[in-house]
């Protein structure tokens, strides 16, 4: 089965976002920024819309694509938190909401997400990560207390591109300390008591984690 042929098919049946969205889209990609990709789009908003979280954390704004995916199919009175650090990116989501009349329902913060994230406050609904990978494992404790129970985490780029599955010297150098921490933090979601995890091989591979309620989750 060639996995190639099959996203490209799937494309093919993709409509767009809107005007906004899609130009959005085809800048950011002929200026290599890294946003989602064209399939894991229309999966991310068929989570939210089957989720209908109030309140969404994203971790990673880059120029505001995903939010502004997000916050199309989010139900009415809900609001999007979105984590930004590079500052040359910033002044360019901000134009994005603005020109999407989404500036009331998504609040951009600047700053690097080890400290903002200490600095939010309640739980969110929906959280959706696409940031520096090798902080997702570092972050995953803070993360896990920011979710709500029953809140569902969403973790793009889990597969590397295929580097993964390969031995630690298959891989680059440049490349190890990545790879490493991702195997360690795929491997913490799917045995963790708190959360229950699928790999989704979509795009560079989405996990999904659901925060356990009940008994298991009081345990811990």
Request: proline letters at 6%; charged letters at 25%; glycine letters at 4%.
């Given at each position: 089965m060639d996995q190639r042929r099959i996203t490209d098919y799937i494309n093919s049946l993709d409509m767009g976002h809107?005007?906004?969205?899609?130009?959005?889209a085809k800048e950011a990609r002929a200026d290599f920024v890294p946003i989602i990709r064209r399939e894991t789009a229309a999966f991310l908003q068929t989570l939210v819309a089957a989720v209908r979280p109030v309140r969404i954390l994203e971790v990673g704004t880059a120029v505001g694509y995903s939010a502004l995916l997000m916050a199309q199919s989010m139900p009415e009175g809900a609001h999007i938190t979105t984590i930004e650090k590079y500052e040359p990116r910033i002044p360019l989501a901000r134009e994005h909401f603005r020109l999407a009349k989404m500036e009331d329902s998504i609040t951009l913060i600047e700053g690097d997400a080890d400290k903002v994230l200490e600095q939010l406050s309640g739980t969110?609904?929906?959280?959706?990560m696409d940031a520096?990978?090798?902080?997702?494992?570092?972050?995953?404790?803070?993360i896990l207390e920011l979710l709500a129970p029953g809140g569902l985490l969403v973790t793009d780029n889990v597969l590397q591109d295929g580097d993964i599955?390969?031995?630690?010297?298959?891989?680059?150098?440049?490349?190890?300390?990545?790879h490493a921490r991702?195997?360690?933090?795929?491997?913490?979601?799917?045995?963790?008591?708190?959360?229950?995890?699928?790999?989704?091989?979509?795009g560079d591979g989405v996990a999904?984690?659901?925060?356990?309620?009940?008994?298991?989750?009081?345990?811990?």
């Open positions: 809107g005007p906004l969205l899609d130009r959005i969110f609904d929906f959280i959706f520096a990978k090798g902080q997702y494992i570092h972050w995953l404790p803070r599955v390969e031995p630690r010297f298959a891989v680059e150098r440049r490349n190890r300390t990545i991702m195997r360690e933090y795929l491997y913490t979601l799917t045995h963790s008591e708190q959360m229950k995890t699928s790999i989704v091989p979509i999904l984690s659901v925060k356990v309620q009940g008994e298991n989750h009081e345990k811990n």
